[in-house]
């Protein structure tokens, strides 16, 4: 396949057009391979450009990955509010199981953005320590507004304190990020732990794994003391 022609942006909204062509090929490479197997000279291939040319626009590999999980963050945040607003179309209208409607919400929302469940586990291993810390304030601000946000709708939709409904966004996102590498989609290491028998317990299936602890989580915050 031909490359792309790469061609030094020479204005302000060249170079931002020339970033947006970067983040949307290293989403591209990610979410086909894994965070973990795209390099700096995968993405900068893709965009028909020499790796050294990257730094014109990004610092770090890792600058790149953090920008596409500051957007995945704002994107996550939008749909999960939506649904937390509709708690009836997650499966049940019974509001003593708004619970399990809440939990389902946020499980299903993130477990439909594959790219943004992996970068959620990359983030604070290693994307977060390949950037300026100026890079480090922008995103950490950008993701406790988003899951402040969030935090808030569930909050208007449970009986929650505002402490409990920021531990659930923390232990719905960590989580997420966490079962999304244990599940291994989409690669070898999967397709082992389904053909080998004793490695059943191994096969991981994210959406009602997590729906199932985020209920438990839930339930258990909104439980009157000693109950």
Same mark, same amino acid.
């Given at each position: 396949m031909t490359q792309p022609k790469f061609e030094r942006a020479r204005s302000a909204e060249a170079k931002r057009i020339r970033e947006t062509a970067?983040?949307?090929?290293?989403?591209?490479?990610?979410?086909?391979r894994g965070v973990r197997a795209v390099t700096l000279t995968?993405?900068?291939? $893709?965009?028909?450009?020499?790796k050294s040319a990257m730094l014109r626009y990004f610092e770090t590999r890792e600058e790149i990955f953090l920008r596409l999980a500051g957007s995945g963050w704002q994107q996550w945040s939008r749909e999960a509010r939506d649904r937390l607003d509709r708690p009836a179309e997650e499966g049940t209208?019974?509001?003593?199981?708004?619970f399990a409607a809440a939990a389902a919400a946020l499980a299903r929302t993130l477990v439909a953005r594959p790219l943004f469940?992996?970068?959620?586990?990359h983030t604070p291993l290693n994307l977060e320590r390949g950037v300026s810390f100026e890079a480090v304030r922008?995103?950490?601000a950008l993701a406790a507004a988003e899951a402040d946000a969030v935090a808030a709708a569930l909050c208007a939709a449970l009986p929650l304190t505002p402490g409990q409904g920021?531990? $659930?966004?923390?232990?719905?996102?960590?989580?997420?990020?966490?079962?999304?590498?244990?599940?291994?989609?989409?690669?070898?290491?999967?397709?082992?732990?389904?053909?080998?028998p004793e490695l059943a317990h191994a096969v991981v299936d994210v959406e009602p794994r997590?729906?199932?602890?985020?209920t438990a989580l839930l339930r258990g915050c909104a439980a009157p003391a000693g109950v």
């Open positions: 970067i983040l949307a090929a290293a989403a591209r490479l990610a979410t086909e995968d993405i900068a291939a $893709a965009v028909g450009m020499h209208d019974d509001p003593e199981d708004r469940c992996d970068l959620l586990a922008a995103f950490k920021r531990d $659930a966004v923390a232990t719905a996102t960590a989580m997420a990020g966490a079962l999304w590498q244990m599940a291994a989609p989409g690669t070898a290491l999967r397709r082992f732990y389904e053909d080998t997590l729906t199932g602890i985020l």
